[in-house]
């Protein structure tokens, strides 16, 4: 399957959900599954999940039976580039750049953390959950090594903007920001912001019934 298919913002955030779930049949050796049994374990719409999955599988599903589960994995798989390793780098070693270095499940998304930065000497020069933690000004240096084009901030709003273009100057294409801030990048570089308040804020909304 081709990537080059236009598709919503919507269908992207669901693909991740749609393969998560087939893991889980894949481990119970389901050999085949309905877009129909898709969207009830998502809380989905069946026709919705079928559109979903002719634009980016070339596998077809079949009355009765539905799409072979290996087949329609190995296809999500390889559209979303979970099949690719993307080496990136990560930058603030404090609690949250710890929690994400240790969480070991972003292999499962082609995700491999190759080093981290930090301005702490308490930190640098020593490996936290098994990665290397180098000082910031051997940024550079070690995304030019790896061909690194993903970087990862976990600093405070306050240090986010210069660490971004510290990440721009050293070569990164696409950022991954923790920090709640918009951050001002040139045109080409991708982002994707993390705002974790806001979200904790939407959920507690949502429980008071104040939100869709």
């Keep these: ?21 087939l893991y889980q049949l894949g481990r119970q050796n389901v050999p085949t599954v309905s877009s129909t049994t898709i969207a009830n374990g998502l809380g ?17 599903g079949k009355p009765k039976t ?14 979303l580039g979970y099949n690719n390793t993307r080496d990136a780098v990560l930058v603030g070693v404090g609690g949250l750049g710890r929690a994400i270095l240790g969480y070991d499940g972003f292999r499962n998304y082609g995700l491999n ?4 930065f930090d301005v702490n000497d308490s930190v640098i020069n020593t ?8 000082e910031t000004g051997r940024l550079k240096g070690i995304v030019d090594r790896y ?9 405070p709003s306050s240090s986010a903007q210069s660490v971004a273009d510290m990440m721009v ?3 990164i294409k696409a950022i991954w920001c923790f920090a709640p801030v918009h951050l001002n990048l040139p045109a080409d570089i991708a982002v ?21």
């Design 66 to 79: 539905g799409y072979i589960t290996k087949e329609l994995i190995a296809d999500l798989e390889a559209f």
């Design 44 to 60: 989905l719409n069946p026709v919705q999940v079928r559109k979903d999955i002719a634009l980016v599988s070339s596998v077809a």
């Design 127 to 134: 490996e936290v959950n098994g990665k290397p933690v180098y």
């Design 169 to 171: 100057d050293a070569g």
């Design 192 to 212: 994707k912001g993390e705002d974790l308040a806001a979200s904790l804020a939407l959920l507690s909304m949502q429980l008071e019934g104040h939100a869709d």
């Design 113 to 116: 953390i190759v080093a981290a």
């Design 147 to 155: 061909n690194i084009r993903l970087g990862i901030i976990t600093v």
């Design 1 to 21: 399957m081709e990537q080059n298919v236009e598709m919503s913002k919507a269908t992207l955030r669901r693909l991740p959900s749609y393969l998560r779930y």
